[in-house]
Nanobody
Framework: QVQLVESGGGLVQAGDSLRLSCAASTSSVVINYMGWFRQAPGKQRELVALISSGGTTNYADAVKGRFTISKDNAKNAVYLQMNSLKPEDTAVYYC?????????WGKGTLVTVSS
């Protein structure tokens, strides 16, 4: 069983930065990719950014140029550096791990951006 633990959310003002972290509880899983999704109130969960085991990244258009995803293979961890935050970035951010066989999700961390 893999558990993902996210941290780093909070309340910030527009233009500020936050860094989200997500660590997997085990190193015994083979990772296809890890990533971040978000769900705003009343909206569907959407992709924010992904990073493959080989380091290939993919970003949603809404965050390109502002967010950066990175990983630490030794820690089975993924990070999301969020700069120039906007009120529309307000959402619960979820970490996801794809292990080829199964998807694992964290419980989410709330990011609130005030205008």
């Amino acid at each position: 069983q893999v558990q993902l633990v996210e941290s780093g959310g909070g309340l910030v003002q527009a233009g500020d930065s936050l860094r989200l972290s997500c660590a997997a509880s085990t190193s015994s899983v083979v990772i296809n990719y890890m990533g971040w999704f978000r769900q705003a109130p009343g909206k569907q969960r959407e992709l924010v950014a992904l990073i493959s085991s080989g380091g290939t990244t993919n970003y949603a258009d809404a965050v390109k140029g502002r967010f950066t995803i990175s990983k630490d293979n030794a820690k089975n961890a993924v990070y999301l550096q969020m700069n120039s935050l906007k009120p529309e970035d307000t959402a619960v951010y979820y970490c996801k791990l794809d292990s080829f066989r199964m998807d694992y999700w964290g419980k989410g961390t709330l990011v609130t951006v005030s205008s």
